[in-house]
Protein backbone atom coordinates (compact mmCIF):
# COMPACT_ATOMS: atom_id res chain seq x y z
CA UNK A 1 0.00 0.00 0.00
CA UNK A 2 1.33 3.12 -1.11
CA UNK A 3 2.42 5.84 1.62
CA UNK A 4 0.33 9.08 1.99
CA UNK A 5 1.86 12.25 1.08
CA UNK A 6 1.29 15.64 1.77
CA UNK A 7 0.45 17.99 -0.88
CA UNK A 8 2.97 20.51 0.60
CA UNK A 9 5.65 18.10 -0.18
CA UNK A 10 7.99 19.00 -2.94
CA UNK A 11 8.05 15.70 -5.46
CA UNK A 12 11.41 15.02 -6.87
CA UNK A 13 11.81 15.22 -10.72
CA UNK A 14 12.09 12.10 -12.29
CA UNK A 15 14.85 11.91 -15.00
CA UNK A 16 13.05 12.04 -19.09
CA UNK A 17 13.81 10.34 -21.77
CA UNK A 18 16.14 12.30 -23.97
CA UNK A 19 13.92 13.25 -27.40
CA UNK A 20 15.25 11.61 -30.60
CA UNK A 21 14.84 13.05 -33.98
CA UNK A 22 14.19 11.10 -36.89
CA UNK A 23 16.43 9.56 -38.91
CA UNK A 24 17.68 12.06 -40.78
CA UNK A 25 18.71 13.45 -37.71
CA UNK A 26 20.53 10.15 -36.46
CA UNK A 27 22.88 10.46 -39.63
CA UNK A 28 26.49 11.57 -39.63
CA UNK A 29 26.59 14.94 -40.14
CA UNK A 30 29.98 15.29 -41.04
CA UNK A 31 31.95 18.35 -41.03
CA UNK A 32 29.37 20.05 -42.83
CA UNK A 33 30.92 24.01 -41.72
CA UNK A 34 34.26 22.92 -42.33
CA UNK A 35 33.50 21.66 -45.97
CA UNK A 36 31.52 24.95 -46.62
CA UNK A 37 34.55 26.64 -45.51
CA UNK A 38 36.78 24.80 -47.86
CA UNK A 39 34.39 25.23 -51.11
CA UNK A 40 34.16 28.77 -50.65
CA UNK A 41 37.73 28.77 -51.10
CA UNK A 42 38.12 26.88 -54.15
CA UNK A 43 34.91 29.16 -55.36
CA UNK A 44 36.92 32.20 -55.17
CA UNK A 45 39.95 30.63 -56.72
CA UNK A 46 37.65 29.69 -59.77
CA UNK A 47 36.77 33.26 -60.18
CA UNK A 48 40.09 34.06 -59.79
CA UNK A 49 40.81 31.45 -62.73
CA UNK A 50 37.89 32.97 -65.16
CA UNK A 51 39.11 36.53 -64.09
CA UNK A 52 42.91 36.00 -65.19
CA UNK A 53 41.79 33.92 -68.36
CA UNK A 54 39.76 36.51 -69.47
CA UNK A 55 42.58 39.05 -69.15
CA UNK A 56 45.01 36.10 -70.85
CA UNK A 57 42.51 36.27 -73.50
CA UNK A 58 42.08 40.08 -73.85
CA UNK A 59 45.81 40.89 -74.07
CA UNK A 60 46.19 37.57 -76.55
CA UNK A 61 48.25 35.74 -74.00
CA UNK A 62 47.27 32.25 -74.41
CA UNK A 63 49.52 30.53 -76.62
CA UNK A 64 52.75 32.13 -75.35
CA UNK A 65 53.27 28.86 -73.60
CA UNK A 66 53.69 26.16 -76.47
CA UNK A 67 53.55 22.83 -74.06
CA UNK A 68 51.32 21.54 -71.52
CA UNK A 69 53.80 19.95 -68.57
CA UNK A 70 51.13 20.15 -65.62
CA UNK A 71 54.20 19.27 -63.56
CA UNK A 72 57.22 20.37 -64.87
CA UNK A 73 55.71 23.74 -66.39
CA UNK A 74 54.66 24.73 -62.49
CA UNK A 75 58.57 26.26 -62.83
CA UNK A 76 58.97 29.47 -64.88
CA UNK A 77 61.92 29.64 -66.81
CA UNK A 78 65.25 30.54 -64.66
CA UNK A 79 67.55 31.73 -66.13
CA UNK A 80 67.85 34.38 -69.56
CA UNK A 81 68.72 31.15 -72.08
CA UNK A 82 65.66 29.24 -70.81
CA UNK A 83 63.58 32.48 -71.45
CA UNK A 84 65.12 32.37 -75.12
CA UNK A 85 64.34 28.88 -75.42
CA UNK A 86 60.48 29.64 -74.54
CA UNK A 87 60.64 32.22 -76.61
CA UNK A 88 62.11 30.42 -79.78
CA UNK A 89 59.29 28.17 -79.75
CA UNK A 90 56.77 30.66 -79.41
CA UNK A 91 58.63 32.46 -82.56
CA UNK A 92 57.62 28.86 -84.44
CA UNK A 93 53.90 29.55 -84.17
CA UNK A 94 51.39 31.54 -86.51
CA UNK A 95 50.26 33.99 -84.22
CA UNK A 96 54.12 35.20 -83.96
CA UNK A 97 54.14 35.37 -87.67
CA UNK A 98 51.41 36.74 -88.79
CA UNK A 99 50.64 39.27 -85.44
CA UNK A 100 53.52 39.87 -83.27
CA UNK A 101 56.49 39.38 -85.80
CA UNK A 102 59.37 41.79 -84.32
CA UNK A 103 58.26 41.01 -80.82
CA UNK A 104 61.06 41.37 -78.44
CA UNK A 105 62.11 38.81 -75.18
CA UNK A 106 60.72 41.41 -72.79
CA UNK A 107 57.62 41.94 -74.66
CA UNK A 108 57.18 37.83 -74.75
CA UNK A 109 57.53 38.10 -71.07
CA UNK A 110 54.60 39.97 -70.43
CA UNK A 111 52.10 37.70 -72.53
CA UNK A 112 54.05 34.91 -70.53
CA UNK A 113 53.27 35.70 -67.48
CA UNK A 114 49.45 35.84 -67.99
CA UNK A 115 49.76 32.61 -69.56
CA UNK A 116 51.93 30.98 -67.03
CA UNK A 117 49.81 32.87 -63.89
CA UNK A 118 46.31 31.35 -65.66
CA UNK A 119 47.83 27.48 -65.34
CA UNK A 120 49.56 27.78 -62.21
CA UNK A 121 46.08 29.07 -61.08
CA UNK A 122 44.44 25.68 -62.42
CA UNK A 123 47.44 23.76 -60.48
CA UNK A 124 46.52 25.46 -57.06
CA UNK A 125 42.82 24.73 -57.37
CA UNK A 126 43.69 20.87 -57.95
CA UNK A 127 46.02 21.19 -54.79
CA UNK A 128 43.45 22.69 -52.94
CA UNK A 129 41.12 20.17 -53.91
CA UNK A 130 43.00 17.34 -53.72
CA UNK A 131 44.14 18.28 -50.09
CA UNK A 132 40.38 18.97 -48.85
CA UNK A 133 39.17 15.77 -50.06
CA UNK A 134 41.72 13.45 -49.20
CA UNK A 135 41.60 15.45 -45.32
CA UNK A 136 38.00 14.82 -45.54
CA UNK A 137 37.90 11.84 -46.77
CA UNK A 138 40.47 9.99 -44.41
CA UNK A 139 39.16 11.33 -41.57
CA UNK A 140 35.44 10.14 -42.21
CA UNK A 141 34.35 13.95 -41.76
CA UNK A 142 32.23 14.00 -45.43
CA UNK A 143 28.29 13.54 -45.04
CA UNK A 144 26.68 10.50 -45.93
CA UNK A 145 25.94 10.95 -49.90
CA UNK A 146 28.35 13.76 -50.54
CA UNK A 147 31.75 11.58 -51.77
CA UNK A 148 30.54 11.04 -54.98
CA UNK A 149 29.45 15.41 -55.66
CA UNK A 150 33.14 16.21 -53.51
CA UNK A 151 35.01 13.37 -55.69
CA UNK A 152 33.11 14.56 -58.79
CA UNK A 153 34.21 17.97 -58.67
CA UNK A 154 38.01 17.17 -58.98
CA UNK A 155 37.07 15.16 -62.25
CA UNK A 156 35.67 17.82 -63.59
CA UNK A 157 38.90 19.96 -62.85
CA UNK A 158 40.66 17.44 -64.27
CA UNK A 159 38.75 17.27 -67.32
CA UNK A 160 39.16 21.09 -67.69
CA UNK A 161 42.86 21.03 -67.84
CA UNK A 162 42.75 18.67 -70.40
CA UNK A 163 40.41 21.06 -72.21
CA UNK A 164 42.53 24.45 -71.59
CA UNK A 165 45.36 22.49 -73.91
CA UNK A 166 42.88 21.29 -76.25
CA UNK A 167 41.98 24.86 -76.37
CA UNK A 168 45.10 25.82 -76.45
CA UNK A 169 46.73 23.72 -79.55
CA UNK A 170 43.95 24.73 -82.10
CA UNK A 171 46.15 27.84 -82.08
CA UNK A 172 49.26 26.26 -82.50
CA UNK A 173 48.82 25.57 -86.41
CA UNK A 174 47.56 26.78 -89.54
CA UNK A 175 46.90 30.41 -89.85
CA UNK A 176 45.56 30.80 -86.41
CA UNK A 177 46.35 33.53 -84.18
CA UNK A 178 44.18 33.11 -81.82
CA UNK A 179 42.61 29.86 -80.26
CA UNK A 180 39.66 28.41 -81.53
CA UNK A 181 36.10 30.26 -80.33
CA UNK A 182 34.33 27.08 -80.14
CA UNK A 183 36.60 25.47 -77.60
CA UNK A 184 37.04 28.60 -75.83
CA UNK A 185 33.56 28.58 -75.37
CA UNK A 186 33.33 24.69 -73.80
CA UNK A 187 36.21 25.81 -71.56
CA UNK A 188 34.81 28.98 -70.28
CA UNK A 189 31.64 27.05 -69.87
CA UNK A 190 32.37 24.12 -67.94
CA UNK A 191 34.30 26.70 -65.45
CA UNK A 192 31.25 28.11 -64.87
CA UNK A 193 29.79 24.73 -64.65
CA UNK A 194 32.22 23.97 -62.05
CA UNK A 195 31.44 27.29 -60.36
CA UNK A 196 27.59 26.46 -60.05
CA UNK A 197 28.44 23.35 -58.54
CA UNK A 198 30.47 24.82 -55.82
CA UNK A 199 27.74 27.36 -55.14
CA UNK A 200 25.26 24.82 -55.07
CA UNK A 201 26.93 22.54 -52.84
CA UNK A 202 28.01 25.62 -51.14
CA UNK A 203 24.18 26.86 -50.11
CA UNK A 204 23.40 22.68 -49.50
CA UNK A 205 25.62 22.94 -46.86
CA UNK A 206 24.62 25.89 -45.04
CA UNK A 207 21.25 24.47 -43.73
CA UNK A 208 20.93 20.59 -42.23
CA UNK A 209 19.15 17.71 -44.08
CA UNK A 210 16.80 18.03 -41.20
CA UNK A 211 16.37 21.85 -42.67
CA UNK A 212 16.47 20.69 -46.15
CA UNK A 213 13.77 18.44 -45.95
CA UNK A 214 11.11 20.55 -44.40
CA UNK A 215 12.02 24.01 -46.87
CA UNK A 216 11.13 21.33 -49.62
CA UNK A 217 7.71 20.71 -48.49
CA UNK A 218 7.16 24.37 -48.99
CA UNK A 219 8.74 24.17 -52.93
CA UNK A 220 7.28 26.90 -55.26
CA UNK A 221 7.56 24.66 -58.49
CA UNK A 222 6.68 26.89 -60.91
CA UNK A 223 9.12 29.54 -59.67
CA UNK A 224 11.92 26.94 -59.24
CA UNK A 225 11.19 25.54 -63.23
CA UNK A 226 11.22 29.49 -63.95
CA UNK A 227 14.53 30.32 -62.44
CA UNK A 228 15.92 26.78 -63.70
CA UNK A 229 14.72 28.11 -67.37
CA UNK A 230 16.77 31.40 -66.81
CA UNK A 231 19.99 29.56 -65.69
CA UNK A 232 20.14 27.67 -68.93
CA UNK A 233 19.07 30.55 -70.98
CA UNK A 234 22.32 32.60 -69.19
CA UNK A 235 24.72 29.53 -69.25
CA UNK A 236 23.82 29.82 -73.25
CA UNK A 237 24.35 33.46 -73.15
CA UNK A 238 27.65 33.21 -71.63
CA UNK A 239 28.95 30.43 -74.14
CA UNK A 240 28.07 33.52 -76.60
CA UNK A 241 29.75 35.60 -75.07
CA UNK A 242 32.81 33.71 -75.01
CA UNK A 243 32.82 33.30 -78.75
CA UNK A 244 32.42 36.89 -79.12
CA UNK A 245 35.91 36.98 -76.77
CA UNK A 246 37.27 34.27 -79.23
CA UNK A 247 37.37 35.97 -82.34
CA UNK A 248 37.20 39.48 -80.82
CA UNK A 249 33.83 40.24 -82.25
CA UNK A 250 33.52 43.07 -79.60
CA UNK A 251 35.38 45.52 -80.97
CA UNK A 252 33.88 45.31 -84.45
CA UNK A 253 31.23 46.94 -83.93
CA UNK A 254 30.71 49.71 -81.75
CA UNK A 255 27.33 51.70 -82.38
CA UNK A 256 24.23 50.95 -80.37
CA UNK A 257 21.29 50.01 -81.00
CA UNK A 258 22.37 49.55 -84.28
CA UNK A 259 25.38 47.68 -85.54
CA UNK A 260 27.65 49.61 -88.54
CA UNK A 261 24.08 51.81 -89.11
CA UNK A 262 22.02 48.84 -89.59
CA UNK A 263 19.45 46.73 -86.90
CA UNK A 264 20.64 43.16 -89.50
CA UNK A 265 24.50 43.76 -90.26
CA UNK A 266 24.50 42.94 -93.37
CA UNK A 267 27.60 41.04 -93.38
CA UNK A 268 26.21 38.94 -90.93
CA UNK A 269 26.63 35.96 -93.72
CA UNK A 270 29.37 37.05 -95.79
CA UNK A 271 31.64 33.25 -95.01
CA UNK A 272 31.53 30.23 -96.48
CA UNK A 273 30.64 27.58 -95.53
CA UNK A 274 27.65 29.09 -94.11
CA UNK A 275 27.73 27.40 -90.85
CA UNK A 276 31.46 28.88 -90.18
CA UNK A 277 29.63 32.07 -89.38
CA UNK A 278 28.02 31.54 -86.23
CA UNK A 279 31.50 31.16 -85.20
CA UNK A 280 33.72 33.12 -86.94
CA UNK A 281 31.74 36.05 -88.19
CA UNK A 282 32.08 38.69 -86.03
CA UNK A 283 29.15 41.03 -87.41
CA UNK A 284 26.86 37.51 -86.77
CA UNK A 285 28.02 36.54 -83.74
CA UNK A 286 27.59 39.76 -82.14
CA UNK A 287 24.37 40.34 -83.02
CA UNK A 288 23.46 37.01 -82.25
CA UNK A 289 25.20 37.78 -78.19
CA UNK A 290 23.33 41.29 -78.34
CA UNK A 291 19.20 39.45 -79.45
CA UNK A 292 20.34 36.67 -76.62
CA UNK A 293 20.93 39.43 -74.01
CA UNK A 294 17.55 40.80 -74.94
CA UNK A 295 15.86 37.99 -74.64
CA UNK A 296 17.23 37.14 -71.49
CA UNK A 297 16.57 40.14 -69.97
CA UNK A 298 12.61 39.90 -70.94
CA UNK A 299 12.25 36.15 -69.82
CA UNK A 300 14.55 37.37 -65.88
CA UNK A 301 11.76 39.98 -65.93
CA UNK A 302 9.23 37.62 -66.02
CA UNK A 303 11.10 35.77 -63.30
CA UNK A 304 11.40 38.68 -61.02
CA UNK A 305 7.81 39.18 -61.27
CA UNK A 306 6.65 35.61 -60.39
CA UNK A 307 9.31 35.74 -57.71
CA UNK A 308 7.86 39.00 -55.94
CA UNK A 309 4.76 37.11 -55.84
CA UNK A 310 6.70 34.68 -53.62
CA UNK A 311 5.23 33.65 -50.16
CA UNK A 312 8.63 33.83 -48.42
CA UNK A 313 10.35 37.18 -48.02
CA UNK A 314 13.96 36.35 -48.83
CA UNK A 315 12.94 34.34 -52.07
CA UNK A 316 11.65 37.58 -52.59
CA UNK A 317 15.07 39.64 -52.34
CA UNK A 318 16.61 36.86 -54.25
CA UNK A 319 14.93 37.30 -57.02
CA UNK A 320 14.94 40.94 -56.67
CA UNK A 321 18.68 40.72 -56.61
CA UNK A 322 18.60 38.28 -60.11
CA UNK A 323 16.69 40.95 -61.69
CA UNK A 324 18.83 43.91 -60.60
CA UNK A 325 21.92 42.33 -62.24
CA UNK A 326 20.23 40.97 -64.99
CA UNK A 327 19.82 44.53 -66.23
CA UNK A 328 23.04 45.94 -65.32
CA UNK A 329 25.17 43.15 -66.87
CA UNK A 330 23.41 44.39 -70.47
CA UNK A 331 24.13 48.01 -69.59
CA UNK A 332 27.72 46.91 -68.66
CA UNK A 333 27.92 44.53 -72.02
CA UNK A 334 26.06 47.72 -74.37
CA UNK A 335 28.91 50.23 -72.61
CA UNK A 336 32.03 47.43 -72.97
CA UNK A 337 30.49 47.23 -76.75
CA UNK A 338 30.31 50.96 -77.34
CA UNK A 339 34.32 51.31 -76.00
CA UNK A 340 35.64 48.78 -77.84
CA UNK A 341 36.27 46.18 -75.39
CA UNK A 342 38.91 47.56 -73.56
CA UNK A 343 40.43 45.22 -71.17
CA UNK A 344 39.11 46.71 -68.11
CA UNK A 345 35.71 46.87 -69.27
CA UNK A 346 36.03 43.49 -70.89
CA UNK A 347 37.33 41.93 -67.63
CA UNK A 348 34.19 43.37 -65.53
CA UNK A 349 31.93 42.47 -68.03
CA UNK A 350 32.96 38.62 -67.37
CA UNK A 351 33.31 38.91 -63.11
CA UNK A 352 29.42 40.39 -63.97
CA UNK A 353 28.71 37.53 -65.20
CA UNK A 354 29.87 35.75 -62.69
CA UNK A 355 27.75 37.68 -59.90
CA UNK A 356 24.80 36.94 -62.14
CA UNK A 357 25.49 33.62 -62.52
CA UNK A 358 25.74 33.08 -58.13
CA UNK A 359 22.54 35.07 -57.82
CA UNK A 360 20.22 32.87 -60.30
CA UNK A 361 21.62 30.06 -58.66
CA UNK A 362 20.47 31.55 -55.14
CA UNK A 363 17.48 32.72 -56.11
CA UNK A 364 16.79 28.90 -57.81
CA UNK A 365 17.87 27.06 -54.74
CA UNK A 366 15.63 29.43 -52.59
CA UNK A 367 12.57 28.66 -54.91
CA UNK A 368 13.67 24.89 -54.34
CA UNK A 369 14.69 25.55 -50.67
CA UNK A 370 12.67 28.29 -49.43
CA UNK A 371 13.33 29.67 -45.75
CA UNK A 372 9.98 30.05 -44.05
CA UNK A 373 9.53 33.54 -41.71
CA UNK A 374 7.08 34.56 -39.44
CA UNK A 375 5.28 37.36 -38.75
CA UNK A 376 7.87 38.92 -37.13
CA UNK A 377 10.68 38.07 -40.01
CA UNK A 378 12.40 35.46 -38.32
CA UNK A 379 13.58 32.52 -39.36
CA UNK A 380 10.75 29.09 -38.69
Known sequence: MSQKRSIFEEVAETARPEARGGMIDAR??????????????????????????GATRLTDSGLSITEWKPVTGALPPASEAAWQAEFDKYRQIP???LMNKGMTLAEFKQIYWWEWGHRQLGRVIGLVWAVG???????????????????????????????????????????MIAVASYRLAVHLGLAFVILGLIAWYALQLSRSEAELLQA???????????????????????????????????????????MGGEFFPSEAFAYSPLWTNFFENPAL??????????????FGIVAWLRGRRSA?????????????????????????V?????????????LGAVVLWVLIIRARHLARYPIAQSIRGTKT
Not at 28 to 53: H, N, Q, S, Y
Not at 145 to 156: C, F, N, S
Not at 285 to 298: E, K, N, P, S, T
Open 338 to 350: MHAAPLALGLLHQ
Open 312 to 336: HGRTQVAFGWMGAMLLGQVVLGIVT
Open 95 to 97: QYE
Open 28 to 53: PRGARRAIRTWLFVLFALVVAMIAVG
Open 133 to 175: FVAFWATRRIPAGWVPRLLGLGVLGGVQGAIGWWMVSSGLEGQ
Open 216 to 258: RRLAEPRLFALSTGVMHFAFLQILLGALVAGIDAGRGYIDWPL
Open 285 to 298: VQFVHRMAGYLLLA
